[in-house]
């Protein structure tokens, strides 16, 4: 029973959990980053580069032999990858720089005195004047 108390506790604790937030909500960013490369990005560009789709582009090595697959290096699906990442780096770039300059402004905003109010104002000058006697 003290393994499994153990494992609780290190399973409750905060780090795990904000960290086992953070990759379930990276596993859906990547596939909102991968739709968008797909379906909005490529499409565009392989319609400039003449109707090329990227994923199918590949060098055959050795052709298919009967029952045996073709030998492929298949550098169309790294391309798109490749493509893929850049992307998601270039996202999350923005995403930092964005809370960053949050950060600078947040560092920068002078800290403002509230000016007191009438009412302090006077009780103020009362106090100096009982200090003074």
Do not use: W
């Not at 590949?58 to 298949?74: D, I």
């Not at 850049?86 to 800290?111: C, R, T, Y």
């Amino acid at each position: 029973m003290g393994m499994l108390q153990e494992f609780k506790t290190f399973a409750m604790k905060g780090n795990v959990v904000d960290m086992a937030v953070g990759i379930i909500i990276g596993a859906a960013f990547g596939k909102i980053v991968s739709s968008l490369v797909a379906d909005l990005v490529m499409p565009p560009i392989g319609m400039i580069v003449g109707g090329v789709n990227f994923t199918d582009l590949a060098l055959t090595l050795k052709a298919a032999a009967g029952e045996v697959p073709a030998v492929t290096l298949n550098y169309g699906r790294f391309l798109q990858a490749a493509l893929d990442f850049l992307i998601v780096a270039f996202a999350v770039f923005l995403l930092v720089k964005g809370i960053n300059s949050l950060k600078k402004q947040a560092e920068e905003a002078p800290a403002t005195v509230p000016t007191p109010s009438r009412e302090e104002a006077l009780l103020a000058e009362i106090r100096d004047l009982l200090k003074a006697r």
